[in-house]
């Protein structure tokens, strides 16, 4: 399977002036205060574990690309948004039978963090009351090592679709899926000689999976740099999340599920399989659906 709230406008702070002395000219020379109470604050903004529709952006996981057939987006075993009832996506638990009319998915094959903005500016024509956002993949799976988006970039793009969206959308929830460990797709796949085989041919991910079959310490160190590039967008997606009062990060579960081959496309051991992407929809209902005090919410009854 990273965007802060654009700040509102700081309203201007202007003294005010209360009469605290006013009583040492009265009968009895008391002092008694007439400072006006306090406005009261204003309720910070609540998730909305029950979203009503979902618009969902980011990259070919989203798609389903070969979770269906081979070299072919699925958009219906999506976990985002798919009506595949064998996937069982996030806006089929939530939605129901109102799942193809109540959700979209604007996602792209091939999709990096620099298309997200374009996406987000797609997304709120739906005035959709949950954003699901799932990139970072592509932005790792670059040529080699030094052609990988750099974190300060990721960053800057991901602000950008999150400024897109509360612009307009000031009220909509977004989730935030981690980026998934690229890593464990190397370790799965490097011991199958159709896995290799694929991944040299279709040029798959070639920062991680090129040359699968060498375990030197310089396609280690390969391997470990691009993790650690996953692992700091990950960081990003947090940080610039944890700054909305109305995001969800899934806390680095889709990074850290131990998914196995069963869960990866027969095509091209990269892509989630059907299975996969009914593991990835029941994270995201699981967070989407959480209460503020991290009680699960339950489940409807059939």
């Known amino acids: 399977m990273q965007v802060s709230r654009r700040s509102f406008a700081q309203s201007l702070a202007l003294p005010l002036v209360v009469v605290t002395v006013m009583a040492g000219c009265t009968s009895g020379g008391s002092e008694k205060s007439t400072a006006a109470p306090d406005e009261a604050a204003t309720p910070a ?79 709120i024509r739906h005035r959709p009351e949950l954003v699901t956002v799932l990139i970072g993949a592509n932005d790792a799976c670059a040529a080699d090592v030094a052609s990988m988006t750099g974190p300060a970039e990721f960053r800057a793009e991901l602000t950008e679709a999150f400024g897109v969206i509360r612009d307009e959308l000031p009220e909509t929830g977004i989730y935030v899926s981690s980026v998934p460990d690229l890593m464990r797709l190397w370790e799965e796949g ?88 009914s593991e990835l929809a029941a994270l995201a209902y699981e967070h989407i659906t959480m209460s503020e005090s991290g009680e699960p919410a339950e489940r409807p009854v059939d």
């Open 45 to 123: 903004p609540e998730w909305n574990t029950a979203p009503e529709s979902v618009a969902a952006i980011g990259d070919s996981i989203t798609r389903a690309f070969d979770a269906c057939s081979v070299l072919s987006d699925c958009p219906e075993a999506s976990w985002a948004t798919g009506t595949d009832a064998n996937v069982d996506s996030l806006a089929q638990q939530l939605l129901g039978d109102e799942t193809a009319e109540r959700s979209w998915n604007l996602a792209a094959t091939g999709a990096r963090v620099t298309d997200l903005p374009a996406q987000a500016a797609e997304a």
């Open 190 to 277: 490097s011991e199958s000689f159709m896995a290799r085989t694929v991944w040299q041919m279709a040029n798959i991910c070639p920062s991680m999976l090129s040359d699968a079959t060498d375990d030197g310490v310089v396609a280690g160190e390969r391997r470990a740099e691009v993790r650690a590039r996953v692992q700091e967008y990950n960081t990003v997606l947090e940080d610039v999340c944890a700054s909305d009062e109305l995001c969800r990060y899934d806390g680095g579960a889709v990074f850290d599920f131990r998914f196995t081959s069963s869960h990866l496309s027969d095509w091209d051991w990269f892509h989630p399989s059907r299975e996969g992407q």
